[in-house]
């Protein structure tokens, strides 16, 4: 790409040309650099402390590194933990303590830093901790999940935050002042490569310059043609890593809260992204015990059913079964009183150790047994009056137990009434 004002030599790509060289030109990150930004106290305080950049890709994690190392006058080292291994890092470290005897901080950026496996992660901890480097990490996956919890006690962890729309329009305009030119793109076309950017940067200024590079100056494109000309991106997911938990916790949530246009909303994003159906079928049905439970039994039967369905038709057809199950827990009554349940009957499990059933409920096939009392007192509740015997079946060291308390929604309105006749009951027993 030529570019007015650009000097000869080596091609540059765009997005190294637009790179800021003051944090006053980094495009959005105000819960970094704002007032009390913790980077902005960093910079005012002239003291660069060990981090992580934490954030999606395109959103300038390794700009605010490089513009780091100028607050301490640190020299900057760059690596890339995909390309780089323990020879690298030792290489890294002995230059680093040079600096260090001649007077020279090096802040030393590792670019993925949670592709380290945790020897090579551990290898950070004591030159980070006699300050040789100061680290300072990017990462698109959860720290807490993929750096070991050493390393990480060692590092405050910075969130960095995708660019909103604002954001990108502003380095769509700081691209045109330096090609000297507006973009030949329609209105609509102009908001289209704001959209395809989808908080990333780096991807929309990449774009910009295939634009400037391929696109005839004089003849604006319109929508279709942007897209021919750039390829259709599809909306980030990481069927690996947060993105895909993040999703299928926004549906899950959505649905749980009775929104089932947000929860068409998620489930679509998952489905663009390119989501294994069968996932979110496995959640669906979990979510159909877990959130719904007896307040509407017809849930695990929609669930499994759609599974069923999209097994049996495949993708895109089947996707309308998912779509429809989607709808029906959303828009069924909930109860968690199935997941409370479960949880304390298995919390008095482990509390009360290996308790025997009562004999009177044990089954007496040997004369021996009958000997001990297996079975004596037994009542067969078919025959008591009102189908219901109302004895202890609990380990007679063992006080009753309230583990299942159902809403008052749904079907489990009417389990509640149950319960409350039989309690009666059997207290009159």
Avoid at 34 to 48: F, H, S, T, W, Y
Avoid at 66 to 78: I, K, P, Y
């Amino acid at each position: 790409m030529s570019t007015p004002g650009t000097p000869a030599g080596p091609h540059r790509p765009l997005a190294d040309l637009l790179r800021p060289r003051t944090f006053d030109e980094v495009v959005g990150q105000d819960q970094l650099l704002g007032q009390d930004g913790p980077l902005r106290k960093m910079i005012e305080a002239g003291r660069v402390l060990p981090l992580v950049f934490w954030g999606p890709p395109g959103s300038g994690k390794t700009t605010l590194a490089r513009l780091l190392a100028g607050v301490s006058d640190l020299h900057f080292e760059q690596l890339s933990a995909i390309f780089s291994g323990v020879a690298d890092l030792k290489k890294v470290f002995a230059a680093a303590r040079k600096r260090r005897e001649a007077g020279q901080g090096t802040l030393l950026f590792v670019d993925e830093i949670h592709r380290f496996n945790r020897a090579q992660q551990d290898s950070f901890l004591p030159v980070v901790e006699d300050g040789t480097i100061v680290l300072v990490g990017a990462t698109t996956e959860n720290p807490s999940f993929e750096l070991n919890g050493a390393l990480l006690s060692r590092l405050k962890v910075l969130v960095v935050e995708r660019l909103d729309q604002a954001g990108l329009k502003k380095l769509v305009a700081r691209a045109e002042r330096h090609i000297g030119r507006t973009l030949p793109l329609s209105e609509s076309a102009r908001e289209t490569l704001i959209s395809l950017a989808d908080g990333d940067g780096r991807y929309l200024i990449n774009t910009i310059e295939t634009v400037v590079d391929l696109a005839d100056p004089d003849k604006p494109l319109e929508t279709e043609a942007l897209l021919r000309l750039t390829q259709q991106r599809s909306p980030s997911h990481d069927r690996a890593g947060d993105q895909h938990y993040n999703l299928i916790s926004a549906l899950h949530k959505a649905m749980r809260a009775s929104d089932v246009d947000a929860s068409l909303y998620w489930l679509a994003r998952m489905f663009a992204g390119g989501e294994d159906v069968k996932y979110i079928l496995r959640r669906l049905v979990r979510f159909a015990s877990e959130d719904v439970g007896l307040a509407d039994p017809n849930a695990l039967v929609q669930a499994l059913a759609a599974r069923d369905a999209f097994e049996y038709l495949g993708s895109p057809e089947g996707e309308l079964a998912v779509v429809q199950a989607v709808v029906y827990l959303s828009t069924a009554p909930k109860s968690n009183a199935l997941y409370t349940a479960e949880t304390a009957a298995n919390r008095a499990a482990k509390r009360h150790g290996s308790l025997p059933p009562p004999a009177n409920i044990l089954n007496a096939p040997t004369a021996m047994m009958k000997d001990l009392g297996y079975g004596e007192g037994y009542v067969y509740d078919h025959e008591a009056e009102h189908g219901f015997s109302g004895q202890n079946c609990f380990p007679e060291s063992m006080p009753r137990q309230h583990f299942y308390r159902p809403v008052e929604r749904g079907f489990e309105r009417d389990v509640n009434r149950r319960l409350a006749y039989w309690e009666k009951l059997r207290r009159s027993k």
